[in-house]
């Protein structure tokens, strides 16, 4: 087990005073839905996603079952979405998931600020990285097929990072004058160009000035960054004992891989190096890394099992799967249970809501979003309920047993709640103060 030092107050000068207690929030997706065989069909019993009961009384499938020595720190949901993107192909909707934007299925594309990012605003204050930004895939992917799961504030794609090895030393390996040689020509750098592109601003049309202006807000976001760097420079990075950590791992050795990113995102926690964190588990649509992944529980590539459910075993085989993705956030969820708090207000767990979800359910159909969340405790959240919202699809049977494109077009004759109300609620109780995210105002009542 690596392990990483609390934050130490000796090392904070000149920097703002962290909380009396850290709140923190991660955020893991996973692309192509969930399984949902219909009620008649033999592997409902075993092999449905969603659970089985009521709120208090239900019943995991063989899908969620590893999560049940957690049951009194999870809660599952049922009856969330996006409305803006309810009738939005899957294979298209994974951009959308942290944001509520209206990204369209086609045509003109425009995103907005993701859960993490505004969240982030607010806790970067008080650690050395605003966030941290990883997936299977890294970078930024393309409009409509995101590799990474954060948007800033102008909706642009921030890039994530999938190498083990590259997180752990942006985390926990500085150069010391090497790097402050490297911010200071960042820097000159970085005033050459604002300084050309304003008098160049004055030359071009509407369209191109529309352009620049763009581009400078990316330039600003790097200007912050770099501020951020200079403050942070003089400080020691957290000592961490890397012995046990795997920095080579790939997602061809996909159990390594999950354990090693997963003990990245423990250890910037544990560090206080970042409070903010999101974990993109493979690109929708398939390719790339990720669809390695499914390989670790013996299974072909992972985006292939949703097209299969109707083949023997077809629903087993994805629920295999969904069940490994819920394991090792399982997994993740023990360990911040297992740690105190470094300034003793309970376990990490009891200051943490993690997330673990996607924007697809039953074969890339944009609706009943699978989600589970964690922890949370000291922040309000109470937890080992199955919640369900909206109406008409009290036993989550709607789209249940699609296994074709068809789906996604069908009118669906259920009432699903907005998922930003849920986010409005994680916001406030982030210390976040507004009662609106996505263009949807208010919290979700129950949580």
Same mark, same amino acid.
């Given at each position: 087990?690596?392990?990483?030092?609390?934050?130490?107050?000796?090392?904070?000068?000149?920097?703002?005073?962290?909380?009396?207690?850290?709140?923190?929030?991660?955020?893991?997706?996973?692309?192509?839905?969930?399984?949902?065989?219909?009620?008649?069909?033999?592997?409902?019993?075993?092999?449905?996603?969603?659970?089985?009961?009521?709120?208090?009384?239900?019943?995991?499938?063989?899908?969620?079952?590893?999560?049940?020595?957690?049951?009194?720190?999870?809660?599952?949901?049922?009856?969330?979405?996006?409305?803006?993107?309810?009738?939005?192909?899957?294979?298209?909707?994974?951009?959308?998931?942290?944001?509520?934007?209206?990204?369209?299925?086609?045509?003109?594309?425009?995103?907005?600020?993701?859960?993490?990012?505004?969240?982030?605003?607010?806790?970067?204050?008080?650690?050395?990285?605003?966030?941290?930004?990883?997936?299977?895939?890294?970078?930024?992917?393309?409009?409509?097929?995101?590799?990474?799961?954060?948007?800033?504030?102008?909706?642009?794609?921030?890039?994530?990072?999938?190498?083990?090895?590259?997180?752990?030393?942006?985390?926990?390996?500085?150069?010391?004058?090497?790097?402050?040689?490297?911010?200071?020509?960042?820097?000159?750098?970085?005033?050459?160009?604002?300084?050309?592109?304003?008098?160049?601003?004055?030359?071009?049309?509407?369209?191109?000035?529309?352009?620049?202006?763009?581009?400078?807000?990316?330039?600003?976001?790097?200007?912050?960054?770099?501020?951020?760097? +200079? =403050?942070?420079? /003089?400080? !020691?990075? &957290?000592?961490?004992?890397?012995?046990? @950590? #795997?920095?080579?791992?790939?997602?061809?050795?996909?159990?390594?891989?999950?354990?090693?990113?997963?003990?990245?995102?423990?250890?910037?926690?544990?560090?206080?190096?970042?409070?903010?964190?999101?974990?993109?588990?493979?690109?929708?649509?398939?390719?790339?890394?990720?669809?390695?992944?499914?390989?670790?529980?013996?299974?072909?590539?992972?985006?292939?099992?949703?097209?299969?459910?109707?083949?023997?075993?077809?629903?087993?085989?994805?629920?295999?799967?969904?069940?490994?993705?819920?394991?090792?956030?399982?997994?993740?969820? +023990? =360990?911040?249970? /297992?740690? !105190?708090? &470094?300034?003793?207000?309970?376990?990490? @767990? #009891?200051?943490?809501?993690?997330?673990?979800?996607?924007?697809?359910?039953?074969?890339?159909?944009?609706?009943?979003?699978?989600?589970?969340?964690?922890?949370?405790?000291?922040?309000?959240?109470?937890?080992?309920?199955?919640?369900?919202?909206?109406?008409?699809?009290?036993?989550?049977?709607?789209?249940?047993?699609?296994?074709?494109?068809?789906?996604?077009?069908?009118?669906?004759?259920?009432?699903?709640?907005?998922?930003?109300?849920?986010?409005?609620?994680?916001?406030?109780?982030?210390?976040?103060?507004?009662?609106?995210?996505?263009?949807?105002?208010?919290?979700?009542?129950?949580?």
């Amino acid at each position: 087990m690596a392990l990483a030092l609390p934050w130490l107050e000796t090392f904070a000068a000149d920097r703002p005073t962290p909380d009396e207690t850290p709140r923190r929030f991660v955020s893991v997706y996973h692309p192509d839905g969930v399984g949902l065989p219909l009620k008649e069909d033999p592997a409902w019993k075993d092999w449905s996603w969603f659970p089985q009961g009521g709120e208090k009384d239900f019943r995991l499938t063989k899908v969620l079952d590893v999560l049940e020595p957690l049951r009194d720190e999870v809660t599952i949901y049922s009856g969330l979405s996006h409305p803006a993107v309810r009738n939005v192909h899957g294979h298209s909707n994974a951009d959308q998931y942290l944001t509520g934007a209206d990204t369209g299925g086609h045509g003109p594309y425009k995103n907005s600020i993701s859960l993490d990012q505004a969240i982030a605003a607010r806790s970067g204050r008080f650690t050395r990285h605003a966030s941290l930004v990883t997936s299977t895939n890294g970078g930024t992917g393309a409009p409509r097929g995101a590799q990474t799961q954060s948007f800033n504030r102008q909706g642009r794609p921030i890039p994530a990072m999938n190498k083990p090895k590259q997180i752990f030393d942006t985390l926990f390996v500085t150069t010391g004058a090497e790097a402050r040689a490297q911010l200071a020509r960042s820097k000159s750098a970085l005033d050459l160009l604002v300084a050309n592109t304003r008098s160049l601003s004055r030359r071009l049309s509407d369209h191109d000035r529309q352009t620049l202006q763009q581009y400078l807000d990316a330039v600003r976001d790097t200007e912050v960054k770099l501020a951020r760097a +200079q =403050k942070w420079i /003089d400080a !020691p990075v &957290p000592k961490v004992d890397a012995s046990n @950590l #795997d920095l080579d791992a790939g997602p061809e050795d996909a159990r390594s891989y999950f354990e090693t990113m997963y003990e990245l995102i423990y250890l910037a926690f544990l560090s206080d190096s970042t409070r903010v964190a999101t974990f993109q588990l493979g690109r929708e649509n398939g390719g790339g890394p990720h669809e390695l992944l499914s390989k670790a529980v013996g299974l072909g590539g992972a985006h292939g099992l949703t097209h299969a459910v109707k083949r023997p075993d077809g629903w087993k085989n994805l629920g295999t799967y969904n069940r490994y993705q819920a394991q090792e956030f399982g997994r993740f969820v +023990q =360990k911040l249970k /297992d740690t !105190p708090e &470094p300034n003793g207000r309970g376990t990490m @767990l #009891d200051n943490t809501f993690a997330m673990h979800g996607s924007a697809s359910s039953s074969f890339h159909l944009s609706r009943n979003y699978p989600i589970i969340s964690a922890g949370g405790k000291n922040l309000g959240f109470r937890n080992g309920r199955y919640l369900k919202f909206g109406s008409g699809n009290e036993d989550n049977q709607a789209g249940a047993g699609i296994a074709t494109d068809a789906g996604w077009r069908s009118k669906v004759q259920v009432e699903e709640l907005p998922l930003a109300h849920l986010f409005v609620t994680v916001l406030q109780r982030m210390g976040v103060e507004t009662d609106s995210f996505a263009g949807h105002t208010g919290t979700l009542a129950r949580v």
